[in-house]
């Protein structure tokens, strides 16, 4: 289909492909992008081009969509798929990036579509992106109000409901920046190496240096780099991890940490960090269970425990909204469950697109379950944790007042986390505008705290019986 003598631009190519991906096959973005920008053809620079417009146009898309939709002379969703890839990313090149010249986008797109689809649907694309340059179409303000923030009008209507105007909107700006570094876990039983690690060119080459919080947290700079490809990585000195998530195996009581024979079960461990944390830090004596509900997700989990040499480690196919089957109580159950992710908005754009109103309502019902579940298995006077990738109040503290107030949820107390919380953390963090509020639970906002939204509640079951 593609003219030979013109050479397609591979940094698109592959914007398109994962573009596509997540559209139309329900890909994620970072595993897609993984898979796609590994292409050899593709340069460090070219790798960062890509990303920018693959995460770019997934967060701009209501709007560019919206844009599209007036502007096509057919209906726009009836267009081949790979048309309307273009077409979007052409759009994002055109309106929102700073690098690239109109006609530069224009032509770039023109060659791409011939590539992909052949000589027929270049007219197309021409004429739709020569089109927007002329002139931006209208739409109405009350959608624009959304649109701009890269929200759709549903999504920005809930975000306002949960928070109010103000913070909805900074929410929202900050889930528009596409984070410029990787935030990456050191393994702290390794000192000595990650010390000699970071006087290496490659750590200097990454600008690795300390986050802020929690103690384990480093900050590097992939700059179109693949983190599994660096010598660190492959070493296993550390595993990417947001500061927020890292806070669950940061948390932890002193009781588990002086147990030998501890025993802990994550019933939802895909991908396999917080389990892999929790290894880290508790007793290599430690009885460690990776549950998930998908078995493809569960071997995932398996390949990264075994490739971090940790041995002590069961794995379980199972449903945790369904009854368990572990006769043995635990000394820690984590539950990591389901949730809608809009915490993560700034790193899986995609989100945005996937999630509403009655969807947040079918993960609750999940969730909820998952909660009742997991109570059965622990231990008296040991831990329950509650965590999610999300900051809707509905599915964070919600869900555990709820707990709480039911027939096993009597049985456990509320402990203030807030109190444990790393230093440089408590200075930005700030409750009023949570909604919900528990007293002891801990709510992370992206805009605010410098890392994921996220939600962690740490529940004590009684010694009564």
Sequence with gaps: MSNQSEKVDFARLAACSVLKDVLYSGAFSNESAAKHLSNPELEARDRAFASAMIYGTLSRLPLIDAWLEKL???PFEKLDPWMQSVLRLGVWQVKFSYAVPEHTAVDESVKLIRHLSG???????NAILRSLIRETPHIPSK???AYELGLSTELYGLFRHWYGDETAKQIALAALE???TQTVRMDLRRASEIEAWLATEEAQGLEAQAASWPEAAFNINLAGKSLDELAGYKAGLFTAQSSSAMLSGSLLPPELLEKEDVRVIDLCSAPGGKIGHLAERLSPKARLIACDVSASRLEL?????ESRNHKNVEYYVLDASKPLPFADDFDLVLCDVPCSGLGLLARR????LRVSYESIERLKILQAAILQEASSLVAPGAWLYYTTCTINPDENSGQIRTFLDSKKGQA???ENLRLELPAALMQTYDTSAERNE???DVSLLAHRDGSDGFYLCRLRKSLRE
Excluded: C, H, N, W
Excluded at 119 to 125: D, L, N
Excluded at 301 to 305: D, G, H, K, L, S
Excluded at 349 to 352: G, K
């Design 72 to 74: 096509s002379a057919r």
């Design 119 to 125: 000589e027929r649907a270049t007219s197309y694309v």
């Design 143 to 145: 959608k624009m109000q």
């Design 178 to 180: 596409s984070p410029t």
């Design 301 to 305: 989990v398996r390949e990264f425990m």
């Design 349 to 352: 754009p995609e989100i945005r």
């Design 412 to 414: 456990f107390d509320l």
């Design 438 to 440: 528990l007293g002891g």
